[in-house]
């Protein structure tokens, strides 16, 4: 076993499937690296590939890697990209594959070795199955990373939002903050639902991202509050 190693960073989780975890990650690459700060995007557990520039590759994580400054491979980023878009456990099985915790664990502190901040994508929402006896929140609690919940912003979403919080916090994690992200443009009384948001989660607002039309790193990073994300990452400890 390597000796502890002490590393900055997050994970970011969401409220459900498709609701702006990549963006949101990638943003705040874009925002840590500042400075000349050395940045690293993993995406550990990714489901759904692309031919992308020749290679067959998950989009988020194309996404992650350009967002990082430290020059990383494919899978560096995403050490399990599986082919279907389906729950990753049964993309696993369909390739008669098994996802490796420990595995997982070690790439991710290979990663944290090579970078000051550390971004960490999880799939799905907070709670995904990822073999028959772990899922997505003991990856997480495997990393102990503080958490960024990215909400989408449509109807449901204080539920799920409130849901999420209280499972982060009952696998021992700090929620340090998290990002309303705008994926429902005509969603009826949004701001109402911000402020409630602000009122009853446990954790700060890093930003209010609208939905955008062409939503790069730069675009999010400017609705997000600088002060607020650089706040977020703090020492943490791998055991790998």
């Not at 919080?165 to 701001?191: E, F, T, Y």
Request: proline share 5%.
């Amino acid at each position: 076993m390597n000796a502890p190693l002490l590393a900055r960073g997050c994970f970011v989780t969401g409220t459900d499937t498709e609701v702006g975890k990549t963006k949101v990650s990638a943003a705040l690459l874009h925002l840590l690296s500042a400075n000349g700060a050395r940045t690293a995007g993993c995406k550990p557990v990714a489901a759904g590939l692309a031919t992308i520039h020749g290679r067959r590759v998950n989009e988020d994580v194309h996404a992650l890697r350009a967002a990082s400054t430290v020059a990383l491979t494919d899978a560096e980023v995403g050490p399990c990209q599986l082919e279907d878009a389906c729950a990753p456990h049964i993309a696993a099985h369909r390739e008669c594959r098994t996802i490796d915790r420990r595995g997982l664990r070690r790439a991710v502190s290979d990663l944290a070795r090579r970078a000051d901040w550390l971004v960490v994508e999880g799939v799905g929402g907070f709670r995904v199955p990822l073999g028959a006896d772990w899922d997505s929140a003991d990856l997480a609690h495997d990393l102990g990373l503080p958490v960024v919940m990215v909400v989408g912003m449509r109807l449901g979403c204080l539920n799920h939002a409130l849901l999420t919080a209280d499972a982060v916090g009952a696998c021992g994690l700090h929620l340090a903050g998290w990002v309303a992200n705008g994926i429902d443009a005509a969603m009826a009384h949004a701001d109402a639902n911000i402020a409630t948001l602000r009122e009853h989660l446990p954790a700060p607002c890093l930003g209010v991202v609208p939905r955008l039309a062409h939503p790069t790193p730069a675009a999010v990073a400017a609705h997000l509050d600088v002060a607020a994300v650089r706040a977020v990452p703090r020492p943490c400890l791998f055991l790998e």
